[in-house]
């Protein structure tokens, strides 16, 4: 016997809730819905599961309808749901491994993530560097601040990030 969401027919998928599980280091069913989590959410008004909510489905097997939808790349990452929970569930790490399982899948991952991803390999951060406009309206890079020079990531810094990409083989 399977259990099923009455609204989208959905069914449970135990092998995803398993791997969402195995990533992280959290007290899922722990969590008994208290809501502290999402009354911290910084997010909350962009979100259309709430933290919550979210743990409910992973409880419920419910993986497939969170991976395939945006709802795990509107967290903005600001870890007050993991703070502020009593019983250990931690959301955004839960969030953050739906996040790997979708990569992992290749399911419905934003362009916008991609090319972070891409920008952090080649140049080491998340955007390239930038100039900056005074308020005489010149336009100065790092150099002509005397700001120290950004090296580029080294090998080493690129596997150790490609390895945390790649889907781990079963």
């Known amino acids: 016997m399977t259990v099923v969401d009455l609204m989208s027919e959905a069914k449970m998928n ?13 007290e899922l069913y722990n969590c008994f819905q208290c809501m502290r989590c999402t009354s911290g959410c910084t997010s909350m008004k962009l979100l259309e599961l709430k933290p919550h909510q979210v743990v409910t489905m992973v409880k419920l097997g419910l993986i497939d309808e969170l991976i395939t939808s945006g709802i795990i790349w509107t967290c903005a990452m600001c870890l007050k749901c993991t703070e502020r929970c009593p019983q250990d569930a ?21 362009e916008a993530y991609l090319k972070v991803v ?7 951060l998340i955007q390239e560097e930038q100039k900056v406009t005074s308020r005489d309206f010149e336009v100065y890079d790092r150099e002509q601040l005397n700001l120290p020079k950004i090296s580029k990531p080294d090998e080493i810094f690129k596997n150790n990030l490609l390895i945390l990409l790649t889907p781990e083989e079963d």
């Not at 791997?19 to 959290?26: L, P, Q, S, T």
């Not at 739906?98 to 419905?108: C, H």
């Open 14 to 26: 135990v092998e995803l809730r398993s791997k969402a599980i195995e990533k992280g280091r959290y």
């Open 118 to 124: 891409s920008t952090v390999l080649e140049v080491g």
């Open 90 to 110: 931690a959301p955004s790490d839960l969030i953050t491994a739906l996040r790997n399982l979708a990569f992992d899948m290749e399911a419905n991952v934003p």
